[in-house]
């Protein structure tokens, strides 16, 4: 639940606040709370401003999860692939996109203008294994790159994952992680 609320938001609200009951201390001539309001109240304000101006927002799933999906991810999933999940569904800051340093190490991001954006993700199963896809939006990396890549890809999302790329219009790729089950 803590990672669905965002900290900028929060320091915002709080900040704005003592500030404000700073303010009306001040009017009423009460130092406590004239001091709390001010040595508090501000400096949260402006943290909250901060983290609101680098906030990048989480992704959200494109459809639920299934129950016997999320049964499959908690006896299957690797850590590659629960850390991507968790990464990319909460707030994040100081990062221009998600998965900003991978799709750089991977050659798929040669500037910020170029970057495939992930706009949503969801779990499923595909021949009993369980499986992520990333869904980005890369209007300027076409699909042929990203299959050029696809061996690197299995090479950096680590030991236990297949990696499949699939175009769905021109400008719609999804990448998915499929565990492989040993048989």
């Known amino acids: 639940m803590l990672r669905q609320i965002s900290l900028g938001t929060l320091g915002l609200s709080?900040?704005?606040?003592?500030?404000?009951?700073?303010?009306?201390?001040?009017?009423?001539d009460n130092a406590t709370l004239n001091l709390v309001g001010f040595?508090?109240?501000?400096?949260?304000?402006?943290?909250?401003?901060?983290?609101?101006?680098?906030?990048?927002?989480?992704?959200?799933?494109?459809?639920?999860?299934?129950?016997?999906?999320?049964v499959l991810r908690e006896q299957q999933a690797t850590v590659t692939q629960n850390k991507i999940r968790k990464d990319v569904t909460r707030y994040c800051?100081?990062?221009?996109?998600?998965?900003?340093?991978?799709?750089?190490?991977?050659?798929?991001?040669?500037?910020d203008e170029e970057r495939p954006i992930l706009t949503g993700l969801r779990e499923t199963e595909i021949n009993g294994a369980y499986a992520l896809i990333l869904e980005f939006d890369s209007p300027l990396i076409q699909v042929g790159t990203w299959q050029e890549k696809q061996e690197k890809m299995t090479k950096y999302f680590g030991p236990g994952i297949e990696v499949k790329i699939t175009s769905l219009d021109d400008s719609t790729i999804e990448l998915t992680l499929i565990t492989n089950t040993p048989s």
């Open 14 to 28: 709080v900040g704005a606040v003592l500030t404000l009951v700073g303010f009306v201390a001040y009017a009423a």
């Open 39 to 70: 040595f508090y109240g501000f400096p949260l304000l402006l943290g909250g401003l901060a983290l609101k101006a680098n906030e990048l927002k989480p992704i959200a799933f494109s459809q639920p999860t299934p129950p016997p999906v999320v």
């Open 93 to 111: 800051y100081g990062q221009d996109a998600h998965l900003d340093g991978a799709l750089t190490y991977l050659g798929l991001s040669p500037t």
